[in-house]
């Protein structure tokens, strides 16, 4: 199928979708696109059975309400989000800070080697 002839089946489908959409006759687009187009057809077939099963919905007014109240207040920022999290877990990520920077301090105080002086004292010791 050429560029043309795949641009000229889109918009026979699109104006069918269309007329479909709008509750208006589709067999006078159809006798006119089935002579340019022969498997035009199973398109149609598709096009009207989605049409008559896809029925457009609104969403609650509660829903609405919500939605817009999320919209024009934004997003919580980070404060309001750390204070929404429960007591416990204030307590461990704090016990977590705490203990890495004990490990920080050691490891500086004690001096405990590094990767590089791991890998030099593995190739320099003999088995």
Same mark, same amino acid.
């Given at each position: 199928?050429?560029?043309?002839?795949?641009?000229?089946?889109?918009?026979?489908?699109?104006?069918?979708?269309?007329?479909?959409?709008?509750?208006?006759?589709?067999?006078?687009?159809?006798?006119?696109?089935?002579?340019?187009?022969?498997?035009?057809?199973?398109?149609?077939?598709?096009?009207?059975?989605?049409?008559?099963?896809?029925?457009?919905?609104?969403?609650? +007014?509660?829903?609405?309400?919500?939605?817009? *109240?999320?919209? &024009?207040?934004?997003?919580? /920022?980070? $404060?309001?989000? @750390?204070? +929404?999290?429960?007591?416990?877990?204030?307590? *461990?990520?704090? &016990?977590?800070?705490?203990? /890495?920077? $004990?490990?920080? @301090?050691?490891?500086?105080?004690?001096?405990?080697?590094? *990767?590089?002086?791991?890998?030099?004292?593995?190739?320099?010791?003999?088995?």
């Amino acid at each position: 199928m050429s560029a043309s002839e795949d641009i000229q089946l889109q918009n026979s489908l699109d104006s069918i979708t269309a007329r479909l959409q709008g509750g208006e006759a589709v067999e006078p687009l159809l006798t006119e696109a089935e002579e340019s187009q022969g498997d035009l057809g199973e398109f149609v077939d598709i096009i009207q059975s989605l049409h008559t099963s896809l029925a457009p919905i609104s969403p609650s +007014q509660d829903y609405a309400d919500r939605l817009r *109240a999320d919209l &024009l207040n934004g997003r919580p /920022g980070v $404060v309001k989000r @750390v204070r +929404q999290i429960p007591p416990r877990v204030h307590v *461990a990520a704090i &016990l977590a800070v705490c203990a /890495g920077c $004990v490990l920080f @301090v050691l490891r500086r105080i004690f001096g405990s080697a590094t *990767a590089q002086d791991i890998q030099e004292e593995a190739v320099a010791t003999p088995l």
